[in-house]
């Protein structure tokens, strides 16, 4: 569907002007347990692109509708289909592009692999991620 005859709704949810992530206001925001890294990173770059359309609740319950429709195959009426269809899917380098420029989210993954390692392998300091 085209964006003139899908045109994207209006903001309802005004950040702070200066760029913090949006999962800064939302602690509990984690990859689902059935993301892989790729759709984990998708779904998160349509959080970031609509944080400032949307009520926080609203835009994550989207990108959850957004995923399932694209990744799991999953249908939803036409209406809130509508709402979500005109938003492609990046390709890795769209979303290596998007991280380079969103570093506060890639130091999130790597503070999230030092977690799971340490709980995995045992206490140390010396755990390293490049």
Not at 21 to 30: I, M, R, T, W, Y
Not at 68 to 82: P, Q, V
Not at 94 to 118: A, F, G, Y
């Amino acid at each position: 569907k085209n964006m003139a005859t899908n045109p994207m709704p209006t903001s309802t949810y005004i950040n702070t002007p200066t760029f913090v992530s949006f999962a800064a206001d939302l602690p509990g925001l984690k990859q689902a347990a059935w993301e892989s890294r790729y759709h984990w990173l998708c779904r998160r770059k349509f959080i970031e692109d609509h944080r400032n359309m949307y009520t926080p609740e609203r835009v994550i319950c989207l990108s959850m509708v957004w995923s399932n429709i694209n990744f799991m195959g999953c249908k939803y009426s036409d209406k809130l289909e509508d709402r979500v269809s005109y938003y492609p899917v990046p390709d890795q380098s769209e979303l290596d592009r998007w991280l380079d420029v969103h570093k506060d989210i890639r130091e999130e993954e790597k503070e999230e692999v030092k977690i799971t390692m340490k709980r995995t392998l045992g206490s140390s300091d010396t755990i390293e991620i490049p």
